[in-house]
Nanobody, 116 residues
Framework: QVQLVESGGGLVQAGGSLTLTCTAS????????MGWYRQAPGKERELVAG???????DYADSVKGRFTISGDNVKKTVYLQMNSLKVEDTGVYYC??????????WGQGTQVTVSS
């Protein structure tokens, strides 16, 4: 049974930094991708950043230059370094890992709150 555990969320002032970590257990297959989505109050879940098994990275335009995603396929861990945080970055952040067949497994989410 695949389980993802996120950590690192919390309350931070605008301009501050946080690092999110997500570790998957029970994974018996090689991953094709890992990444992070977020959901702000009243909004749909959106992609924040993703990383492919070959190291290719994809970012939402709103976080480019501020957020950095990295991952370790051996450790089944994905990180999201978030700098220069803005109030609009507030939301619940969900990590995922993806099988080569396209199936995704999700974490339960970690709250990030950025105060002005």
């Amino acid at each position: 049974q695949v389980q993802l555990v996120e950590s690192g969320g919390g309350l931070v002032q605008a301009g501050g930094s946080l690092t999110l970590t997500c570790t998957a257990s029970g994974v018996t297959f090689r991953l094709s991708a890992m990444g992070w989505y977020r959901q702000a109050p009243g909004k749909e879940r959106e992609l924040v950043a993703g990383i492919g098994s070959g190291g290719s990275r994809d970012y939402a335009d709103s976080v480019k230059g501020r957020f950095t995603i990295s991952g370790d396929n051996v450790k089944k861990t994905v990180y999201l370094q978030m700098n220069s945080l803005k109030v609009e970055d507030t939301g619940v952040y969900y990590c995922y890992v993806q099988h080569w067949n396209g199936v995704r497994f999700w974490g339960q989410g970690t709250q990030v709150t950025v105060s002005s």
